[in-house]
């Protein structure tokens, strides 16, 4: 289960509040859609699921966010990869593997 309770993030060098006061529940094995126009938080959602943010971006984060169980605050995003994977809009273009190959 992934779990936002009182989400609210502003990014460094930033006044705007990208997303807040966020409170949801999402079960294992429910999907979910995401969407919004862009700069509308979309991406930082995910970025707050998976550690990314704050941990490599800095910026002020309130409220907890749990994956599992695990507080997002407390792990490296590393050791939230194996529970945790994002697959962006245009999958394709995001494997390292192409890029290594040419």
């Given at each position: 289960?992934?779990?936002f309770s009182n989400v609210s993030l502003i990014y460094p ?38 550690g990314l943010v704050p941990h490599h971006t800095g910026g ?43």
């Amino acid at each position: 289960m992934i779990r936002f309770s009182n989400v609210s993030l502003i990014y460094p060098q930033s006044t705007k509040t990208v997303l807040e006061d966020l409170s949801c529940e999402i079960q294992e094995g429910e999907m979910v859609l995401v969407m919004g126009q862009t700069g509308s938080g979309k991406s930082s959602l995910l970025r707050l699921v998976n550690g990314l943010v704050p941990h490599h971006t800095g910026g002020i984060l309130a409220g907890d966010i749990s994956v599992d169980g695990i507080s997002t605050r407390e792990v490296r995003p590393s050791s939230l990869a194996h529970l945790v994977g994002i697959v962006g809009q245009n999958p394709l273009n995001g494997f390292v593997t192409d890029i290594v190959e040419e």
